[in-house]
């Protein structure tokens, strides 16, 4: 049985910064490409950030590049996301995810096969 579970989480001052974690079990790790997405209050959710372990790759939402950084421990089975000069409009439930596809640009939330429940990022201005 696959499971992610995100923490870090909490509510961090305009400027601040948080370390998100995603613990996985359950899955071939190294094999899978890992994501991080977020949803705002009364939004859709919408794509922050992916690693693919195979190659190294990582893809930002163009808006965030310079402020999050996504990193992992394959060994440990840990994905990380560092946030940065974080502002209030970061302020969303933060998911990990994971899908096996590992080529193309695996932006879309349909790509992605396993969530965790989320961690909650609040940002005061």
């Known amino acids: 049985q696959v499971q992610l579970i995100e923490s870090g989480g909490g509510l961090v001052q305009t400027g601040g910064s948080l370390r998100l974690s995603c613990a996985a079990s359950g899955l071939a790790f190294s094999t899978y490409t890992m994501a991080w997405f977020r949803q705002a209050p009364g939004k859709e959710r919408e794509f922050v950030s992916y690693i693919t372990w195979s190659d190294g790759r990582t893809n930002y939402a163009d808006s965030l590049k310079g402020r999050f950084t996504i990193s992992g421990d394959s060994a440990k089975k840990t994905l990380f996301l560092q946030m940065n000069a974080l502002r209030p409009e970061d302020t969303a439930i933060y998911y990990c995810?994971?899908?096996?596809?590992?080529?193309?640009?695996?932006?879309?939330?349909?790509?992605?096969?396993?969530w965790g429940q989320g961690t909650r990022v609040t940002v005061s201005s």
């Open positions: 995810a994971a899908t096996p596809w590992t080529y193309g640009e695996l932006r879309s939330r349909t790509q992605y096969i396993y």
